[in-house]
């Protein structure tokens, strides 16, 4: 490398944010700059589910920094800016204003994008995606000056917005094509607790259904139409159908990708003087034993130090738990672990299901693989010493609320 260092950072969320702050506090003194097609300073995406839509939060809340930060920390940002192409032979990011920058090491945070409807009508205005400030905004504006919202998916995305949604009095139906909210995240027992949450708050549910078109008048949608010849009425229509990690920039220049960008442990990619972070990033985490994508907030927090240790060439490894967190109604969650629809045999519950407050246990042969706090807080901790233990538990004891977890 040269003896000032050029690192550059490809991305506008938080863990691009975070990997700036990184580099500062682990003693980097080089060039930084940040690449970011938003016009926007890095900021975090949580709230724009959550508080930010329900107007219980102000912009400058979800930056990731105060503006004068990247100032002080002399980090140079390139913003409304995106980085289209990477010659990994020259070390050169090139912009869409056409514009090169260099780079010693380079971090691609380059996050995910809404999935898209693929359907008739699915263009027309009033159909919503929630992925940046301006959706966001646009869709709290919408709130505003409608009374019907429909919104396909009961993902987290989905729900969360249904719950702003009736906060804000609007008539609310959620389309899912499972046969529960959530299932392939939570099964079947846990996926009825959401399901039980939003009936009880007035949402119309309709489960196990398929959307076949949209169609609107004047180019303004208004009516859902379902395959099984149903069709709703609506004033707007927000889409919750999943996310696409980023990886164009890498793929194009031949960096190793297979859903996300491929990195090892260090979150080093196929090249070494390139890593990820974030969303995009597919990570090998040897607490796991396996390769994990995780499309939530604690990675792109969390990530970036790794990753920027990697830059400054000192190996660290990155082996958390998976964890997220959801807000919605007097709902409040958080879950730590990772257990996928095929890794556990049981579902194991402590507390009251009916009142939700209680935790839920994923297990595998008696192991924990995952655990999920409803309404009960201050227990993450027990519950990821649990799971990190491996050891197989007493089920008896596992549901006994009276016993303290630590004793397990």
């Known amino acids: 490398m040269n003896a000032l260092p050029e690192f550059v950072i490809v991305g506008g969320g938080l863990a691009a944010g975070k990997a700036a702050e990184a580099l500062r506090a682990q003693g980097f003194t080089g060039r930084i700059i940040l690449v970011g097609d938003e016009n926007h300073r890095p900021y975090l995406r949580p709230p724009l589910s959550k508080d930010y839509l329900q107007g219980k939060a102000d912009r400058d809340s979800v930056l990731v920094h105060p503006d004068d930060w990247y100032d002080e920390h002399n980090?140079?940002?390139l913003l409304g800016n995106e980085a289209i192409s990477l010659d990994r032979t020259e070390r050169r990011v090139t912009l869409s204003d056409g514009s090169e920058v260099a780079y010693d090491r380079l971090l691609l945070a380059t996050g995910s994008s809404p999935r898209p409807l693929s359907i008739p009508g699915a263009d027309l205005t009033g159909v919503h995606y929630l992925r940046r400030i301006e959706d966001c905004e646009a869709i709290k504006a919408a709130f505003g000056q409608v009374s019907r919202v429909v919104i396909v998916g009961a993902g987290w995305i989905g729900l969360e917005t249904a719950a702003a949604a009736r906060a804000a009095g609007l008539e609310v139906t959620v389309l899912e094509s499972t046969d529960l909210p959530l299932l392939q995240v939570l099964g079947a027992q846990v996926g009825k607790v959401f399901a039980d949450l939003h009936t009880e708050h007035g949402v119309d549910l309709r489960l196990g259904v398929q959307v076949e078109s949209l169609s609107g008048d004047d180019g303004l949608v208004t009516t859902v139409h379902l395959k099984d010849g149903t069709s709703i009425a609506t004033g707007m229509v927000i889409v919750g159908v999943g996310i696409t990690p980023n990886v164009a920039l890498a793929e194009s220049s031949g960096i190793e990708v297979d859903n996300g960008i491929l990195v090892d442990e260090?979150?080093?990619t196929s090249d070494p003087d390139i890593f990820a972070a974030g969303d995009v990033a597919n990570a090998y985490?040897?607490?796991l034993g396996r390769r994990i994508r995780v499309e939530h907030w604690a990675n792109a927090l969390n990530q970036p130090a790794v990753a920027a240790a990697g830059m400054l060439s000192r190996e660290e490894v990155y082996?958390?738990?998976?964890?997220?967190?959801?807000?919605?109604?007097d709902l409040g969650m958080e879950y730590t672990g990772y257990a996928d629809p095929d890794s556990y045999d049981e579902v194991v519950f402590r507390g009251?299901?009916?009142t939700r407050t209680f935790i839920a246990f994923w297990l595998a042969e008696g192991r924990v693989l995952?655990?999920?706090n409803v309404n009960i807080w201050d227990v993450t901790d027990d519950i990821k010493a649990l799971i990190e233990s491996g050891r197989t538990v007493d089920l008896?004891?596992?549901a006994d609320p009276a016993i303290p977890l630590a004793d397990l």
């Open 75 to 77: 980090v140079e940002l």
């Open 266 to 268: 260090h979150l080093r």
């Open 285 to 287: 985490n040897p607490r």
């Open 319 to 329: 082996d958390r738990l998976p964890y997220f967190y959801s807000d919605q109604y």
């Open 352 to 354: 009251d299901v009916k």
């Open 370 to 372: 995952a655990g999920m």
């Open 396 to 398: 008896v004891r596992l």
